[in-house]
Nanobody
């Protein structure tokens, strides 16, 4: 049974940091791409970052501030978020891709087959 469990969200002041975790079970993260998405109220789901064995991608709005990584031994993908801004406020989701995605495809939610439940990130003073 494929499952993804996102955690690590919370309330943080502007300029602060959070680290999100996506714990996977039922498959090996090394065999698939894993993406992080976010969705703010009234907005479409947005691709934040993606990782597979050979590639990492970032959305333009988070480049230089967010870092994606993985721990194969723990079967977990992380999203380190630094220099957080109020516009980063959203529910963050991790998802398993249908395969190893190219740079032109990783942002599209239909290319992901399994989703975690989401974790709320709120950036506010």
């Amino acid at each position: 049974d494929v499952q993804l469990q996102a955690s690590g969200g919370g309330l943080v002041q502007p300029g602060g940091s959070l680290r999100l975790s996506c714990a996977a079970s039922g498959f090996a993260i090394d065999d698939y791409g894993i993406g992080w998405f976010r969705q703010a109220p009234g907005k479409e789901r947005e691709g934040v970052s993606y990782i597979n064995v050979i590639r990492k991608f970032y959305g333009d709005s988070v480049k230089g501030r967010f870092t994606i990584s993985r721990d194969n031994a723990k079967n977990t993908v992380y999203l380190q978020m630094n220099s957080l801004k109020p516009e980063d406020t959203a529910v963050y989701y991790c998802a398993r891709a249908s395969g190893r995605l190219l740079s032109s495809l990783w942002r599209a939610p239909p290319n992901y087959t399994n989703w975690g439940q989401g974790t709320q990130v709120t950036v506010s003073s």
